[in-house]
């Protein structure tokens, strides 16, 4: 088996300060008495985890476990405070459709930015810019501007752009759950499409029959400490257990 | 680096692109504004000072001009630099793109615009019969100076201005005094002789703006000013640019 994803004792701490100080007169006047202190708050602790090729992995956890923080650790975003990530591979961050949509640019030039955000050239965005429209069901509204649109309408146009490209490495943050049924059905379906190419999935759901349908593996976050990670028949009952 | 590059080249035209157009989206004059702004100052600014100094020279609106366009590009260059974390706050809260692409771009983007204003200049020094000389080639080079300078102060304040929200307006204050200090609207002689002339000496900006002047007029290139400007830039970028690079990871914990 091929390993795609490694992290090492991966922790990640934010400074939580109650007021936070972003003027240079705050930040010197409490220099000066002494008064500056930071909360700290570890969001992730000690993470080891090991992902292989093909592997559908569930992230299962509570509201403000940690799972956001993870995927986007693994996406980029986020640097760790400590320990190491290794990648392989392309990866597709969908953790909020659209990131990098400008509202003032109308549906098309967004298509061409997005694809830049994403990596792709502006050659390779003509050559699909057909098949976007097309599956985003957006075709009369394209060139009007984003700010237009409606939520759902930008979730749509997000993720036939994202989708364009089978990436090695998939992270779906609740997304899922975009646009209206009918989407919903067509998104599942080319998600599953994908999967069955083998690519290695990593899928962030509150919905725990979602989440047994594509996944094969899953792993539980308390508190930003991995409670349990393995195949996904024997995860599942813990977590039932521990959301009571 | 070169790799990363290589993926995001095509980003970086993007959102330099994003910069220019929507600018003047919707207005009817479009890139043209551009235009009309720097001379309807210049009218203005020579209207009044040029009444107020005594100066009737003819070429007067050719010196204001020149000056105002280089002062417009730093101020509005560094200043869309130092917002442009901020600016783009949604996207980099959740994709990873190395984040040197938001200030880059808006110093780049207003440098274009300002090449285009340039336009101006050359229609004004002709009708007003302020004919180029060879040394107009020459003016590439406190250009260059000029763009070093912008991107070496632009890194530095898009740096402080994550962690410290009134650096704009602490920019704003301090754009007004470099602008006082440019020699934008009066001659400078008489602040040169005095006991103050540091004022002007030590700072950059009026040293690219004196030689960009003298390719223009076809006078004596002050070498000594233009080297100091140069290493100026120079060094803002390396320590504009190290400040980036230590702190970029942590931007996304302040915005």
């Not at chain 2, 509005?76 to 442009?84: E, F, G, N, R, V």
């Not at chain 2, 650096?167 to 200090?181: A, K, R």
């Amino acid at each position: 088996m091929e390993e795609m994803i490694r992290l090492d004792h991966v922790g990640m701490r934010f400074n939580l300060s109650k007021e936070k100080v972003d003027s240079v007169k705050e930040y010197v006047i409490k220099l000066l008495k002494r008064d500056l202190h930071f909360d700290e708050f570890w969001a992730l602790k000690d993470i080891n985890l090991s992902i292989q090729k093909g592997d559908r992995v569930g992230i299962l956890g509570l509201n403000g476990a940690g799972k956001s923080t993870l995927m986007k650790i693994i996406a980029g975003v986020f640097r760790p405070t400590e320990g190491t990530v290794t990648k392989k591979g392309v990866i597709a961050p969908m953790i909020e459709l659209g990131a990098g949509f400008d509202k003032q640019y109308t549906g098309a030039e967004n298509i061409f930015l997005y694809g830049a955000v994403l990596g792709h050239t502006r050659a390779f965005m003509q050559e699909k810019f057909d098949e976007i429209v097309a599956f985003s069901e957006l075709k009369e509204f394209i060139d009007v501007p984003l700010k237009n649109y409606s939520s759902g309408m930008r979730a749509r146009l997000g993720f036939s752009i994202a989708t364009i490209v089978e990436p090695d490495i998939l992270i779906l943050d609740e997304v899922l759950s975009v646009g209206d049924a009918k989407f919903r059905k067509k998104s599942e379906k080319k998600i599953m499409d994908m999967m069955d190419k083998g690519i290695t999935v990593l899928f962030v759901s509150h919905n725990l029959d979602q989440v047994k349908r594509i996944c094969n593996k899953a792993m539980i976050l308390e508190k930003g400490c991995m409670k349990c990670y393995g195949d996904i028949e024997d995860v599942v009952p813990v977590y039932k257990e521990m959301i009571g | 680096m070169i790799q990363e590059w290589k993926r995001y080249n095509n980003l970086f035209v993007e959102l330099v692109r994003k910069g220019i157009k929507l600018k003047y989206r919707r207005s009817y004059l479009g890139v043209i504004w551009s235009m009309i702004e720097p001379l309807l100052t210049m009218i203005v600014l020579t209207l009044v000072f040029g009444t107020i100094l005594g100066h009737h020279d003819k070429t007067f609106p050719v010196y204001i001009l020149s000056g105002r366009l280089i002062y417009s590009l730093f101020s509005q260059s560094t200043t869309t630099a130092l917002k442009s974390i901020r600016a783009n706050e949604g996207m980099i809260k959740k994709v990873y793109v190395p984040k040197y692409m938001y200030p880059l771009s808006g110093i780049v983007f207003n440098y274009i615009l300002f090449l285009i204003s340039l336009v101006v200049l050359a229609g004004v020094s002709l009708v007003l019969k302020v004919y180029p000389t060879m040394q107009i080639f020459f003016a590439i080079v406190p250009l260059t100076v000029l763009f070093l300078l912008s991107i070496g102060v632009g890194m530095f304040l898009a740096t402080v201005g994550v962690f410290f929200r009134d650096m704009e307006y602490l920019w704003n204050v301090l754009l007004m005094l470099v602008m006082y200090t440019c020699a934008i609207f009066y001659y400078p002689d008489k602040l040169l002789d005095s006991n103050v002339s540091w004022i002007l000496k030590y700072n950059p900006l009026y040293c690219v703006i004196d030689c960009f002047r003298s390719c223009i007029f076809g006078t004596d290139v002050h070498y000594g000013m233009l080297l100091y400007a140069f290493i100026f830039a120079v060094v803002s970028i390396i320590i504009g640019g190290t400040l980036f690079r230590k702190n970029e990871d942590r931007f996304i914990l302040y915005i």
